[in-house]
């Protein structure tokens, strides 16, 4: 069971139709003086601290608190594959791991990819519902707010019903 007391936010979120900003007692903690919101970046709060990171790919960010990331290498991952092609070496892996049959080839993959689209489109539940949610993610469900699931679950008509598992 994941508590997430604050969503992961992306900057251009709406609610309302009015732009989803971080709480200041937030960003006070992690944007440097004269620092402001970049246009995409995000915040992920969890548990035992905060991650921020002031763009889309993560390629640099802060944690808090400061010693959660000591001895933690911020610049590089240590146990994930990278291939230093930026895009096109994502768009070749993905290529070539469907021509060998092997998903494993392409780093990008949905063993990964579905984790933490699932932790992003959480964070846009938590922020249209405004509360803490408390995430069931085998039972792809939210334990402690209700009204949440229907923003989970799509009823669709019949004949175009999604079969799980």
Aim: hydrophobic fraction near 40%.
């Amino acid at each position: 069971m994941l508590a997430v007391p604050l969503p992961p936010l992306l900057i251009d979120v709406k609610k309302d139709g009015k732009l989803v900003l971080p709480d200041d007692s937030i960003t006070s903690r992690f944007l440097k003086a004269g620092e402001k919101l970049p246009a995409s970046g995000s915040f992920l709060v969890g548990e035992k601290g905060i991650l921020y990171s002031p763009n889309d790919y993560g390629a640099e960010f802060r944690c808090e608190p400061a010693g959660l990331a000591e001895g933690v290498n911020l610049k590089t991952p240590e146990k994930l594959p990278i291939n230093n092609k930026g895009d096109q070496g994502m768009k070749n892996e993905w290529v070539e791991a469907i021509k060998a049959n092997k998903p494993e080839i392409a780093y990008s993959n949905f063993d990964i990819a579905s984790l933490l689209t699932e932790a992003f489109l959480l964070g846009n539940v938590a922020i249209k519902t405004g509360k803490t949610l408390q995430w069931d993610g085998p039972g792809l469900k939210v334990t402690n707010v209700p009204e949440a699931n229907a923003l989970i679950q799509t009823e669709y008509r019949r004949g175009w019903e999604v079969t799980r598992g």
